[in-house]
């Protein structure tokens, strides 16, 4: 259960991006949690909601995109998708390695930029 | 006058361990420049990780200068046990945190003297202490018997990331329903490379190629390489 800290670190480093850009508010945050990421989605969304609080990312909606387990051949350089624990390469038979589903990214957020009184001065 | 704001949209492509990873990447620049070998030990709670340490001790002590920084939640019951083999022991109590970070390992660091080797026993759990690199050699997992044969395959992780592999408490074999040829195959397909190793701690049986392991760990890190 370490999805608090993993939530923890998502608002520090979107605050902090945010802040230098001078967003003043977010309004949603993408981030890609892969199948083997150790991290359950559901788990995430319950931290986010707690941690977002008294933050600029109060506001803000957790999008969760899950990344399946890519595997990954070597040999054809072919990558496969599938759930099991290992296989291997469908076209030459030699053991694949996993290249996905362990991603935790922050893909990117949404929010009221700058304050538009500074472009419009009328 | 209503303020107008203009809607932003931030494209990040940012990694959320990516502060541990930085932060564990300079505990590797500091152990490389002391010539320090580390060991991450990683365990479930029960799985002997302690007691391995206890019978190895003694004879690691004879050899090099060792420390052993000891992650626990709450307790130094560990700790305790271990500063008796004349090691030097670090207590982290986590307070319910489920893991060291890179950042708990070097706040105690100032704290060590100069090593040869550095153990550090992880926090009791398969899931967790996986993501998170503390500038390691090399990351052993010991399993216990007791536990039951479908732990590899149900945190494939922990043990696809590891260098070594301990079946420990080798001697409740005779009385635990345990398929150890299927135990061993399933950690030949998720991790071909681990060097696997079977022992009591206990017993004191099936040390020496542990040991050695260790030895070559301490070994490659004095070379420089």
């Keep these: 259960m370490h999805e608090l800290s993993l939530i923890s670190a998502l608002v520090e480093e979107v605050s902090r991006d945010a802040q230098e850009r001078g967003v003043s508010r977010i309004t949603t945050v993408n981030l890609a949690v892969g199948k083997r990421a150790h991290a359950l989605p559901h788990a995430l969304l319950f931290c986010f909601d707690l941690i977002k609080q008294d933050t600029i990312l109060a506001d803000a909606q957790l999008i969760i995109e899950v990344v399946p387990p890519v595997f990954y051949c070597e040999r054809c350089g072919l990558n496969e998708v599938h759930d099991k624990l290992w296989a291997n390469c469908a076209h030459c038979g030699l053991p694949t390695v996993p290249a996905g589903g362990m991603e935790l990214e922050i893909r990117g957020y949404e929010g009221d930029g700058p304050d538009a009184r500074k472009e419009n001065k009328n | ?225």
């Design chain 2, 1 to 225: 006058m209503h303020e107008k704001k203009i809607k932003i949209k931030v494209a990040l492509a940012r990694d959320l361990l990516q502060r541990n990873k930085i932060l564990a990447g300079d505990l590797r620049t500091r152990f490389a420049e002391q010539r320090l070998a580390v060991i991450n030990l990683l365990g479930s709670p029960g799985a002997g990780k302690t007691t391995l340490l206890e019978a190895s001790l003694p004879l690691l002590c004879g050899q090099y200068r060792v420390g052993v920084i000891e992650g626990d939640l709450y307790t130094t019951r560990d700790a305790e046990r271990l500063a008796r083999s004349g090691a030097a022991v670090i207590q982290i109590n986590t307070e319910g945190a489920c893991h060291l970070d890179a950042q708990l390992v070097g706040g105690v660091l100032e704290e060590l003297p100069e090593l040869d080797l550095l153990l550090i026993e992880n926090v009791g759990n398969l899931v967790c202490p996986v993501g998170f690199d503390l500038g390691e050699d090399a990351r052993a997992v010991v399993l216990s018997i007791s536990e039951g044969d479908d732990k590899p395959e149900k945190y494939p992780q922990a043990f696809q990331t590891a260098q070594a592999v301990v079946l420990s408490k080798l001697d409740l074999l005779p009385y635990v329903s345990y398929d150890l040829p299927a135990v061993l195959a399933t950690l030949a397909h998720l991790n071909p490379a681990a060097t696997v190793m079977q022992l009591s701690a206990t017993g004191k049986s099936g040390l020496a190629p542990w040991l050695e392991w260790v030895e070559s760990v301490v070994a490659k890190k004095k070379r420089g390489s």
